[in-house]
T-cell receptor
Framework: NAGVTQTPKFQVLKTGQSMTLQCAQD?????MSWYRQDPGMGLRLIHY???????DQGEVPNGYNVSRSTTEDFPLRLLSAAPSQTSVYFC?????????????FGQGTRLTVV | AQSVTQLGSHVSVSEGALVLLRCNYS??????LFWYVQYPNQGLQLLLK??????LVKGINGFEAEFKKSETSFHLTKPSAHMSDAAEYFC??????????????FGKGTKLTVNP
């Protein structure tokens, strides 16, 4: 059981480049989300999805796009990377409608924008 | 809306000493509360969770936390620190079934150092 899988683990981008961070889960979870982690800031919610075809903005959505075409996958797109997007990105999933259940996290993607 | 405050971004203890990491929450509805641990260069792993079944919750690796509604707190404790406990710890809150957003909101984290 793989859980939540994120790729790549590390990435260096130049300012203005675009890329997609991949996230896949095999637990049939409806709820998926993307967070960024910065020193002293904790985890901040970027975008989330409550099911296939449904996405919404979190706390820090600017500069990021998401889509949810299947239950399993929830990619995060950086359209034009900026140095301020240097961060560690985590994807998480959980069961919807059972708020007492925990969120499961991927191992993270460490992104550097130069 | 839900929010979490973790008091102390860095806590340092000696091996064998008590570990106390503080978490206060704000929620307009009865909350569910979680503690996660993050070891260096890894993802987040659940330590324990409060889901209204019992106010004293036991988790993995000897950690426990007590939900105190009157103090809006969910502090994490461990009687005797081990070197392997060195990590960053995050408290998180989610609104209970009665309403509010189902988003998981995190505190800013507390980095625990264990000295030999």
């Amino acid at each position: 059981n793989a859980g939540v899988t994120q790729t790549p683990k590390f990435q260096v981008l130049k300012t203005g480049q675009s890329m997609t961070l991949q996230c896949a889960q095999d637990m049939n979870h409806e709820y998926m989300s993307w967070y960024r982690q910065d020193p002293g800031m904790g985890l901040r919610l970027i975008h989330y999805s409550v099911g296939a075809g449904i996405t919404d903005q979190g706390e820090v959505p600017n500069g990021y796009n998401v889509s949810r075409s299947t239950t399993e996958d929830f990619p995060l797109r950086l359209l034009s990377a900026a140095p301020s997007q240097t961060s560690v990105y985590f994807c998480a999933s959980s069961s919807r409608g059972q708020r007492k259940t925990e969120a499961f996290f991927g191992q993270g993607t460490r992104l550097t924008v130069v | 809306a839900q929010s979490v405050t973790q008091l102390g971004s860095h806590v340092s203890v000696s091996e064998g000493a008590l570990v106390l990491l503080r978490c206060n929450y704000s929620s307009s509805v009865p909350p569910y509360l979680f503690w996660y641990v993050q070891y260096p260069n890894q993802g987040l792993q659940l330590l324990l969770k409060y889901t209204s079944a019992a106010t004293l919750v036991k988790g993995i690796n000897g950690f426990e936390a007590e939900f105190k509604k009157s103090e809006t707190s969910f502090h994490l404790t461990k009687p005797s620190a081990h070197m392997s406990d060195a990590a960053e710890y995050f408290c998180a809150v989610r609104a209970g079934e009665q309403g509010g957003s189902e988003k998981l909101v995190f505190g800013k984290g507390t980095k625990l150092t264990v000295n030999p």
